[in-house]
Each structure stands twice: as structure tokens, then as C-alpha cells.
């Protein structure tokens, strides 16, 4: 199971970029990467997911290089209700659960 | 479509009761878990379904029980109430196939064992 390793926490302020940078350094060949956001006092929620290359929904784009020993989550011109805190998890597709780490406490300032 | 729901949503056990938890899902979704989140920390998964009638063991297993009796229900059940179990938990299900298949998450579950 790859284990990931990411920021604890990260300040930024309104209309700002945000890239949160996730390591897994022993990503195997059948995982894939995806992020989940969860607000206070709510379950965590899907953002995106990826395998290699980058994606981009209309929420996020998410960033893979070629060696996919990282990924970066990047949320274009953060606003306050994107304070929350962001999860990286790496598995296989034989996996029947999700492994959260601690995740990254993203804290927008106006 | 109300999607994940869970009840009750704040209870307040003393140690050594017993209580059930009860989420449902509209979707008609194969899979339902169960995760807790302790303070500052990142979910860890307690049991998962994969289908009406399995469940399965994950990561903390011990001092819980479940049942799958019908697909759109997943019951968590504490027989003896410890305060370590003091957390707040969270039911999710999911499509079949890809586990990273999206996770719907409901709304949790806030418990106290005093």
C-alpha cells in the first residue's frame, strides 16, 4: 500500500492559486491518485482523480509526472468556502476501501 | 435523491451501553462503508459491504458489529460502549468495480461514551 505524504496545513488568500503537493514515492503500477475535500463537521467529498498526465474537472486540476512518485492538486483563484482539508490517496483498483492519511488543512484568508 | 443519510446524528452513550447506527442510500449503490475520524485525524475504515448479506473487516474492527440485511442499509452496531470510542462516524457507499470509483459520504455521526 502506497503510503502518502502531503503538507499539514497551508494559508492562502481569495483569487490565489493553490497547489498542494502530494508525495507517494511507492506508488505501484496499478494505482491510481485521488483526492477528496472534506468541510467541517461534513463527510469527505470527491474532487478528482487521476492515473498520469494531468486532469482537470470544473472543480480542480490534478497533476501527475511521468514518474507518478508525486501529484499536485491545484484549485484555481481559491475562494473562503475552499477552506477545508484535502486528502491524497493512492490504491489499486482491488482495493475495496479508502486509506485517508491526515490530509492538508487549506485555510483561505480574504 | 437524499443520497447517504445517517441516524442518529449527536448521541451520548455511558460506558458499556449499547447502540446501533443506521445509514441508507438511495442510490442503489453495491458497496456501503463504515469510517470514524477521531480529532484531527483522517478516516479509518471500520467494516465495509460489498453486497447485500457480506461484510468484511477493515482497519479497526474491534469492539464493533454490522449487518447488510437489505442493500440500501448498513447498520453499525457497538454492543459495549468504550469512551475510545468516542468519534464521530461516517457512512459511505459506491458504485461496483473501481474501488475509486466516487465515495458518497453522509453526514456523520457525532458520539460521546462518557
Known amino acids: 500500500l502506497a503510503k502518502t505524504t502531503q503538507p499539514i496545513s497551508m494559508d492562502s488568500y481569495e483569487g490565489q492559486e493553490v497547489n498542494i503537493t502530494c508525495s507517494h514515492n511507492n506508488i505501484a503500477t496499478n494505482d491510481y491518485i485521488t483526492w477528496y475535500q472534506q468541510f467541517p463537521s461534513q463527510g469527505p467529498r470527491f474532487i478528482i482523480q487521476g492515473y498520469k498526465t494531468k486532469v482537470t474537472n470544473e472543480v480542480a486540476s490534478l497533476f501527475i509526472p511521468a514518474d507518478r512518485k508525486s501529484s499536485t492538486l491545484s484549485l484555481p483563484r481559491v475562494s473562503l468556502s475552499d477552506t477545508a482539508v484535502y486528502y491524497c490517496?493512492?490504491?489499486?483498483?482491488?482495493?475495496?476501501?479508502?486509506?485517508f492519511g491526515s490530509g492538508t488543512r487549506l485555510q483561505v484568508q480574504p | 435523491n437524499a443520497g447517504v443519510t445517517q441516524t442518529p446524528k449527536f448521541r451520548v452513550l455511558k460506558t458499556g451501553q449499547s447502540m446501533t447506527l443506521l445509514c441508507a442510500q438511495d442510490?442503489?449503490?453495491?458497496?456501503m462503508y463504515w469510517y470514524r475520524q477521531d480529532p484531527g485525524m483522517g478516516l479509518r475504515l471500520i467494516h465495509y459491504?460489498?453486497?447485500?448479506?457480506?461484510?468484511a473487516k477493515g482497519e479497526v474492527p474491534d469492539g464493533y458489529n454490522v449487518s447488510r440485511l437489505k442493500k440500501q442499509n448498513f447498520l453499525l452496531g457497538l454492543e459495549s460502549a468504550a469512551p475510545s470510542q468516542t468519534s464521530v462516524y461516517f457512512c459511505?457507499?459506491?458504485?461496483?468495480?473501481?474501488?475509486?470509483?466516487?465515495?458518497?459520504f453522509g453526514p456523520g455521526t457525532r458520539l460521546t461514551v462518557l
Open positions: 459491504s460489498v453486497g447485500e448479506g457480506t461484510t
Open positions: 459511505a457507499s459506491s458504485p461496483p468495480g473501481n474501488v475509486y470509483n466516487e465515495q458518497f
Open positions: 442510490m442503489n449503490h453495491e458497496y
Open positions: 490517496l493512492v490504491g489499486d483498483t482491488g482495493r475495496r476501501a479508502l486509506t
